[in-house]
């Protein structure tokens, strides 16, 4: 059959066109049911083998993790896809593919901040910071797999007293999402917020003027970057292919071209996230924030620390 059936949680405007795109080209039919990733997973277990599903997209590494866990993928080994993605990026059990990857970044008030006053996720503890930081709740994935990226580098200890001084410091409980804490800055809620990178250039490249207008009132810092440190937690939007991929050919296919230099492309232009090749260069607005460091923990720690994560997130009063 000429068409390939995808349940995915991603959720921006770039990747019907990615699908579009990939008809053109192919002819193969993109399906795409949305919803968000645990409620994917639940739908794949319970269809089990009668599954339409070939593709699993998530914005997460934990629940692609997850997903391999509980049995609902299967191994791909495609020397295309191989050779089109960066290689630290990669699942090591082989499980999923990355397709793009977003740092989890701090972003500053202009007017109220320097660059210098800021350092580490550790260091937003600090007294300094009280009454002035801004996250989203601790429900949210992006947040999940931040503090698990803590837990993994420094222990459950450390991550309970890191999320106790950012829960001190909160300039508000926390609500929202990424992009609306970055319009409380502009607001003058709070002074520091911790966000997803693409938002930002998605805010900068606007057409609303209260989004651009927040995202010209904001400078991205990447956390973590001195020679001793980790670098700045990164996350990837991945795929993996089901278990019982009724399409499996065309799915592959569908991998190949999300991975190939044009998709890559497409994918940094509109969505501002990071390209999984390498041989692809971000957007220009995402140029203009420089280089980083990113942190090269194996990104199925974040789902293998996740538990813990919410575990301390609930003990600590992080919302
Ligand atoms: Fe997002």
């Given at each position: 059959?000429?068409?390939?059936?995808?349940?995915?949680?991603r959720?921006?405007?770039?990747?019907?066109?990615?699908?579009e795109?990939?008809?053109?080209?192919?002819?193969?039919?993109v399906?795409?049911?949305?919803?968000?990733?645990d409620?994917?997973?639940?739908?794949?277990k319970n269809?089990?083998?009668?599954?339409?599903?070939?593709?699993?997209?998530?914005?997460?590494?934990?629940?692609?993790?997850?997903?391999s866990?509980?049995?609902?993928?299967?191994?791909?080994?495609?020397?295309?896809?191989?050779t089109?993605?960066?290689?630290?990026?990669?699942?090591?059990?082989?499980?999923?593919?990355?397709?793009?990857?977003r740092?989890?970044?701090?972003?500053?008030?202009?007017?109220?901040?320097e660059?210098n006053?800021?350092?580490?996720y550790?260091?937003?503890v600090?007294?300094?910071w009280?009454?002035?930081?801004?996250?989203?709740?601790?429900?949210?994935a992006?947040?999940?797999?931040l503090?698990?990226?803590?837990?993994?580098?420094?222990?459950?200890?450390?991550?309970?007293?890191?999320s106790?001084?950012?829960?001190?410091?909160?300039?508000?409980d926390?609500?929202?999402?990424?992009?609306d804490?970055?319009?409380?800055?502009?607001?003058?809620?709070?002074?520091?917020?911790?966000?997803n990178?693409?938002?930002?250039?998605?805010?900068?490249?606007?057409?609303?003027e209260e989004?651009?207008?927040?995202?010209?009132?904001?400078?991205v810092?990447?956390?973590?970057?001195?020679?001793?440190?980790?670098?700045?937690h990164?996350?990837?939007?991945?795929?993996g292919?089901a278990?019982?991929?009724?399409n499996?050919?065309?799915?592959?296919?569908?991998?190949?071209?999300?991975?190939?230099?044009?998709?890559?492309?497409?994918?940094?232009n509109?969505s501002?996230?990071?390209?999984a090749n390498?041989?692809?260069?971000?957007?220009?607005?995402?140029?203009?924030?420089?280089?980083?460091?990113?942190d090269?923990?194996?990104?199925?720690?974040l789902?293998k620390?996740?538990d813990?994560?919410?575990r301390?997130f609930d003990?600590t009063?992080?919302?």
């Open positions: 059959s000429k068409e390939v059936n995808l349940y995915s949680q959720h921006y405007a770039v990747d019907k066109l990615q699908y795109n990939f008809q053109k080209l192919t002819g193969i039919k399906n795409v049911i949305k919803a968000n990733a409620e994917l997973i639940e739908r794949l269809e089990g083998e009668d599954s339409p599903a070939d593709l699993f997209v998530t914005v997460d590494a934990g629940k692609l993790y997850r997903a866990k509980m049995g609902l993928l299967q191994k791909i080994s495609n020397k295309i896809i191989d089109n993605v960066s290689p630290d990026l990669k699942d090591k059990n082989g499980y999923w593919i990355p397709i793009t990857y740092a989890r970044i701090l972003v500053y008030s202009n007017q109220r901040v660059k006053d800021l350092s580490t550790e260091e937003l600090d007294e300094k009280k009454g002035r930081i801004l996250a989203r709740s601790s429900s949210n992006y947040n999940q797999a503090m698990s990226s803590i837990v993994a580098n420094l222990g459950s200890d450390l991550a309970s007293s890191w106790k001084g950012i829960v001190r410091n909160f300039a508000r926390p609500k929202g999402s990424d992009r804490q970055v319009k409380a800055i502009a607001a003058g809620q709070g002074d520091i917020a911790i966000v990178s693409y938002y930002i250039g998605l805010l900068l490249s606007s057409e609303k989004e651009l207008n927040a995202g010209k009132s904001v400078t810092f990447f956390p973590n970057q001195a020679e001793n440190e980790r670098g700045s990164i996350n990837v939007s991945g795929i292919l278990k019982y991929s009724p499996k050919e065309n799915a592959i296919k569908l991998m190949e071209y999300l991975t190939s230099e044009e998709a890559q492309n497409t994918y940094v509109n501002y996230e990071y390209p390498p041989n692809v260069t971000p957007s220009e607005i995402v140029q203009s924030w420089g280089t980083f460091k990113r090269t923990l194996d990104l199925n720690m789902g620390y996740r813990e994560a919410i301390i003990k009063g992080w919302k």
